[in-house]
């Protein structure tokens, strides 16, 4: 009995199947991510609009123009209760150690920090992550900018081994404290 050698693939055929297969993953990802782009937009603006209740609770929030150049500011809205201002809830998108942490940060009409919330971050586990912990986040609560770490010889304390997340989130705070100054 001969048996039958098979012969090897050649180049031509490896490239048309390596191109059959990027494009069934390639079509796979495109409809995955037209299918849960709402929800995931949805999801989005409950967790901003949960931040914004938190940092600064208000009847309604009315969309500020911010007219100034700082990079930091993403958006702001105008917090508005029983008919009149309370102040300001100021989205920031500083750059941590693992990238963008979206934050919002409420600011009094006197210009004080009310709180300050991280809606989604990249950071270390462990580490940038206690940025996200109330103890770490009250730190600016009634301070009205002009924040600094401890490192930098501010009052803040910065989170052990995650020191360029603590000054990220630091100048989120200052950026969003300057920006209402120019609203109000």
Do not use: C, W
């Amino acid at each position: 009995m001969t048996e039958k050698k098979k012969k090897p693939a050649g180049p031509a055929r490896l490239t048309l199947v390596l191109f059959a297969i990027t494009l069934v993953t390639s079509l796979l990802l495109g409809l995955t991510d037209h299918i849960t782009k709402d929800r995931i937009k949805e999801i989005t603006a409950e967790k901003t609009a949960s931040a914004m209740r938190e940092v600064l609770p208000a009847d309604e929030y009315v969309p500020a123009e911010y007219k100034g150049s700082d990079s930091l500011i993403a958006g702001a809205s105008r917090a508005v209760s029983g008919g009149a201002a309370i102040g300001y809830v100021i989205e920031v998108v500083p750059v941590g150690f693992g990238g963008a942490i979206n934050m919002v940060v409420g600011i009094d009409q006197n210009g004080s920090v009310t709180g300050v919330s991280i809606i989604k971050m990249s950071e270390t586990s462990g580490l940038g992550t206690g940025a996200n912990e109330t103890e770490f986040r009250n730190q600016y609560i009634n301070g009205a900018g002009g924040f600094s770490v401890d490192k930098d010889g501010g009052t803040i304390d910065s989170l052990t081994g995650a020191t360029i997340t603590s000054r990220a989130v630091t100048a989120g705070v200052n950026a969003a404290a300057e920006a209402a100054k120019t609203l109000g």
